[in-house]
Each structure stands twice: as C-alpha cells, then as structure tokens.
C-alpha cells in the first residue's frame, strides 16, 4: 500500500481521521517553517468554505408550511412506470422473435441444391465406405463402417 504522502497526512490530521501515534507524528512534523505554512493554508482555506456555506434556517411561522410538504411527499405515492417499461421490453422482445422466425421460414424458402455421390474413399484402414441416395428427395448419405472391431 502507498505510504501517504506529507500533505495528506496533514489533511488527515486536520480533519481528524489520524490516530494517536500519527497525531503526534504530524504535531512535531509542525515545527517545520513549509509544513506550518501548509497548515496556515489549510486552516485558511478550511475557514473559508466554513463561511461560505449557506446557513439555511426555518422560522417558526415558516415550520407548518415546511411540514406540509414534507407530509406530502411521504403521503403522495410516486407514479410508476414499471408496467410500460415491462409491457414495452416484452413487446420488443416478441417482435425480435417475429422477426427472426420469418426470416428463417420466408427468406430461406429457396429449393436445396441435391448432390450425387459418384464414389467416397477413406485413408483409414480396415473400413468399409458405402453410399446410398435416397430416391425420394434425393438424400445422399455416406456410410464408414468398421469391419474389424468395434473400437478404432
């Protein structure tokens, strides 16, 4: 883990996140002209946001209308739009699935290209290779059948 650095150890201990020890490293890490001046500035700048914060303050003739719209906002239930998003992403995605099954069923509806098998041969030895095309829709399929055991 990165050892922080000297200013940020500063920093820390001006805002009070550095333990025991650290704290005293820091108090005599002071001593030091640079390390004070970083301080002075942190100090001034500190100050300076302190001040610029706006301070927000309700009167008490102004506490009952405060009240009331925070009584409102709690009692008044948020509209949801959870149906449409549900109803628009269930939409969507019956559509993709419309799409997609009409362009396998219509785009795809050209007649298949038939081949014959004139002859089929195999580099493995001890097989039988046989070919068969069915007459019907002209199916062409190639047999490799081991003669010698049941395991190559």
């Not at 927000?56 to 959870?82: K, N, Y």
């Not at 004139?118 to 062409?140: K, L, M, N, Q, R």
Request: aromatic letters at 8%; glycine letters at 6%; hydrophobic letters at 40%.
């Amino acid at each position: 883990m990165k050892r922080p650095t000297w200013q940020e150890r500063l920093e820390r201990y001006r805002d009070g996140e550095l333990g025991e020890s650290d704290a005293q490293e820091v108090e005599a890490m002071l001593d030091a002209p640079a390390y004070r001046d970083y301080d002075a500035s942190l100090a001034a700048l500190s100050s300076a946001a302190r001040e610029s914060m706006p301070r927000s303050e309700i009167a008490d003739a102004q506490l009952p209308a405060f009240m009331a719209g925070i009584r409102e906002g709690v009692e008044t239930p948020q509209r949801g739009h959870r149906g449409f998003w549900a109803l628009a992403s269930l939409s969507t995605a019956a559509l993709i699935v419309a799409l997609s099954v009409f362009s396998l069923i219509m785009l795809n509806s050209h007649d298949a290209v038939h081949t014959t098998v004139e002859a089929a041969a195999s580099d493995i030895e001890g097989v039988e290779i046989d070919t068969y095309t069915d007459e019907e829709d002209g199916t062409a399929v190639v047999w490799v059948s081991d003669t010698g055991s049941d395991t190559w």
